[in-house]
């Protein structure tokens, strides 16, 4: 409007009826005009560094000399198994369905033709409100029985016979997200339990990425899977999931959608798996082109006896210039107008440039339901807000905080938990600089109860540098007395005081927990790997999974000429990060920023 406008004005021709009129725009039109890429964001910083959020230190003493190698170049480089309560770790070893689904499938069996599988999954893939017809029904009203019942159980549809041009038909309807889950009566995990558990295989992908792809394919809300903790996604992970009443037949139809998700080892359960139900994770990892295998080797045995600092990694504050942090920061001061451009304003790193649009509506003129639109094809939690804030709006607290619900409450909690992980690690390297590594007077320890006691005079020599643990603050939190000056310091920096964590609306309240403060890892194997270009791929095999999944997205290779590569494998508990072991390995900076620049000079080194 504005180009044709100038053009109006500057033509030496005079009027010409052939010309368009000149266009009248509103004032937020000519805002829209100027909105171009090259505007300053509102929040303009750059992604967090180690230092930022609490990591300065190192356990193992030894040189601070940077040992340079690629890590997770490839995402078989980087493999990560969960291990269950029971010990168990996560394998897919199957896809077949389980007993229950495959008599389901022999009693209600029925033969549908290509162009009527087509129907059903357009319908289902489309939503349409109508009712559309499939076909022509069965005579007999047993066969019409189970062809109801194999589209109810294959398809999240609604079925029914009517008459169409005196000719008796088979009518189909879409039925989304909530609806579909309770339009399923036959549940074939009857008398188990109301969920199914798998096992999901995926590459390149965050846990949640995976859950919305498999979500948004099935029809099916994302709030009917549960899983113990999110994994990397720059890797090839297995995890336990639980879905709520989706029987294992539809949940396998994902196997031939996608190449990166993979789901099978297939059962019912009467146990949801939930945050944290989890023993830990198994790492096999591969380090390529290591330039001083004989340091890196000597820190892989040291870090075998003596452990690693237990941080809180650079994945836990999120992968914006934005912290996820400052979002818990905001919703413990009851900040919700802050919370709102936190999440939603434009910002200068950020890993989702279709939000970018949205962002710049919602910080111009909150107009939320445009917003949404200008986000169709984006997931998350900035999505999800933006659906609640366009039914509540943000006209007080308590329409922002009920907009905020929108977000899954697995996410929300997720700022809440990085705020603890920040003070964690603050805590933690406060500790290990005024005392160093060993047992102190002060410092907390575990009892058989799983309660925190202070060690002593006359207890210390019972406890070892590995029991003692950092408290992971909370409103019922003990603060070791050698910490307390520190930790009031701390929470006075951010405008806050522990009695904060005590909020007001319950979901938010944070009890706290301890976690130690040195972590050691179990069963660490590793060797050193000689390989030339030709031979590669021999790294591979050594890390490999098991699963059927195609590793199509691998991202590019380099050249590689003639190098060493470290292979290791370990187990660490629930909320230890392998990253921070590899830290310690490498004396290298972990965050995102870092390890970009490290790619790019790899790159740069591979064209030599």
Known sequence: ILLLNR???????????CKLPKLEITEEEKNDSNCGADEKPYYDGDLPKEADVGICLFRVESSSVPV??????????????????????????????????????????????????ACLAATEKNGNKGWVTLMEAPESKEDRTTLH????????????????????????????????????????????????????????????????????????????????????????????????????STLARVNAKFTNVKLGNFGYTSVRCGLGDCQGNRFKLVLLKVDNNGLLEDRVKKVKEEGFINYFGMQRFGTSSVPTY?????????????????????????GNDNLKPARREVEKRRKYEKALGLCRRCS??????????????????????????????????????????????????????????????????????????????????????????????????????????????????????????????????????YRKMICVPKDLEYSMVDYAKDDYDIVKPLAEIDGDADSKAEPDGIDIKGNKALVISFSLGTSSYATMLLRELTRSDTSKQSLKSLGAEAAADSTD
Request: hydrophobic share 35%.
């Open 7 to 17: 053009m109006m004005e500057n033509s030496e021709e005079g009027p010409n009826p």
């Open 68 to 117: 340079h190698a690629l890590i997770k170049h490839r995402y078989s480089d980087f493999i990560v198994q969960e291990i269950d309560n029971n010990g168990r770790v996560a394998e897919l070893t199957s896809t077949q369905l389980p007993e229950q689904d495959t008599k389901v499938a022999s009693k209600e069996e029925f033969q549908f033709t290509d162009s009527q599988r």
């Open 149 to 248: 019942k194999a589209i109810k159980q294959s398809y999240n549809l609604e079925s029914k016979t009517s008459i169409e041009n005196d000719v008796n038909c088979i009518c189909i309807k879409s039925v989304k997200g909530q609806s579909a889950r309770n339009y399923r009566t036959d549940w074939v995990g009857k008398g188990i339990g109301d969920y199914c558990s798998f096992v999901l295989y995926k590459e390149g992908l965050s846990t949640m990425e995976a859950i919305d792809n498999i979500s948004r394919y099935l029809n099916l809300s994302s709030k009917l899977f549960n899983f113990s903790g999110t994994k990397d996604k720059r890797g090839i992970t297995t995890q336990h999931v639980t879905a709520h009443k989706v029987p294992a």
């Open 326 to 350: 400052k979002v818990g920061q905001a919703i413990l001061k009851n900040d919700w107008e802050d919370v709102i451009k936190l999440v939603l304003y434009t910002r200068s790193s950020d």
């Open 380 to 513: 998350g939690p900035e999505k999800s807000f933006l659906m609640g804030l366009a039914k509540f709006g943000d006209k007080n607290e308590g329409a922002i905080s009920s907009a905020f619900g929108f977000v899954p409450r697995s996410m929300r909690l997720m700022y809440l938990h990085s705020l603890q992980s920040l003070l964690w690690n603050q805590l933690a390297s406060k500790r290990i600089q005024k005392l160093g590594f060993k047992v102190a007077v002060g410092d907390l320890v575990l009892n058989s109860d799983e309660n925190p006691i202070s060690v002593s005079e006359s207890n210390i020599s019972q406890h070892s540098l590995e029991s003692v643990v950092i408290p992971l603050p909370g409103f019922a939190s003990l603060i070791p007395d050698n910490l307390r000056e520190e930790f009031d310091e701390m929470m006075k920096c951010l405008g806050l005081k522990q009695e904060d964590f005590k909020h007001k609306m319950k979901e938010y309240a944070l009890k706290g927990d």
